[in-house]
């Protein structure tokens, strides 16, 4: 059992509260999963030729002052580092690949996140509102944000296997349930060179996702295409640069609501959830249906 919380603003004024709006929602899903928590946080993009990256200083004591002349001296006084605890983002014009070459050279107990113009990620181990407090989530801004609760059924108690997941750029999932069939996920993801950092099955159906959309499908399509390659229970909620979306298995037992308003998109595991969202009382609630593509843009 875990929680899975998405919030897309429509109302541009409401972006600078995006994460204090949040927080809530997020704090609400604490006894669906009090174990480790993330969030990916959706803003302006950069510039067509930068990347942000988010880090994570794993087991190691953070050494950001070092961390941020090293990545000055390695790509220049155009590269910027901004920290929160024990994770950094790092803004540059380097190539992605020279970024994680570097990275995997000389920071090789850190933990790259994510990658792209738009996303910020954050994730690590204890309570919803520890987790929140550790990395200000009351404070982000952006245009819309994808979070998850977990509680661990199948495999270990880690930061790098809480949620959001990533793959590619600027895309992200986090899921609420069981894949019978990651396992085969993986076998059919890897001679194609696709690598898989965890052991968790919720990777393997966002390496999927993403290796469909690589391939040229639009993120509707590959969602389809998961209705029959991914066996399970689930409920998926996703972020790309400009959207969110949501799926259910065919069975739909696990739960899910959505409430829309003029001003925003809210998705939850759960009603409580969303108690304390501005106007959600005239809100339009729904539980989504089973094998149905739900997508909100900004």
């Not at 959001?164 to 019978?180: I, R």
């Not at 899910?256 to 005239?282: M, N, Q």
Request: net charge negative; hydrophobic share 40%; with cysteine.
């Amino acid at each position: 059992m875990c929680g899975i919380v998405g919030l897309l603003v429509k109302n541009l004024a409401l972006r600078d509260q995006l994460g204090a709006l949040m927080l809530p929602m997020l704090v609400g899903m604490s006894e669906r999963g009090p174990e480790s928590a993330g969030l990916a946080v959706f803003g302006d993009a950069v510039d067509a030729d930068r990347r942000k990256f988010s880090v994570y200083s794993g087991t190691n004591e953070p050494r950001w002052a070092s961390f941020t002349q090293a990545a000055l001296a390695q790509f220049g006084i155009d590269t910027s580092v901004n920290t929160r605890a024990n994770h950094a983002v790092l803004d540059t014009t380097a190539a992605p690949a020279s970024v994680k070459a570097w990275l995997a050279t000389h920071y090789a107990g850190y933990h790259l996140l994510s990658v792209g113009r738009s996303i910020d990620l954050y994730k690590d181990t204890g309570t919803p509102t520890e987790v929140s407090m550790r990395y200000g989530f009351s404070g982000l801004q952006g245009s819309h944000l994808v979070g998850h609760t977990r509680m661990a059924t199948e495999t270990a108690v880690t930061p790098e296997r809480a949620h959001p997941f990533t793959a590619g750029e600027d895309f992200c999932l986090v899921h609420n349930g069981s894949l019978s069939n990651a396992c085969s996920v993986r076998r059919k993801l890897e001679p194609l060179g696709i690598k898989f950092e965890t052991d968790n099955d919720t990777e393997a159906a966002c390496r999927f996702l993403e290796w469909c959309m690589r391939d040229g499908d639009d993120l509707k399509t590959a969602l389809e295409k998961g209705f029959d390659e991914l066996d399970g229970f689930y409920t998926f909620l996703m972020g790309t640069k400009d959207e969110l979306a949501l799926v259910r298995d065919a069975f739909s037992c696990k739960p899910a609501i959505v409430a829309e308003t003029d001003d925003y998109v809210a998705i939850s595991s759960e009603f409580r959830s969303l108690a304390k969202l501005p106007g959600v009382k005239h809100a339009n609630i729904f539980e989504p249906k089973p094998e149905h593509v739900y997508q909100w843009h900004t």
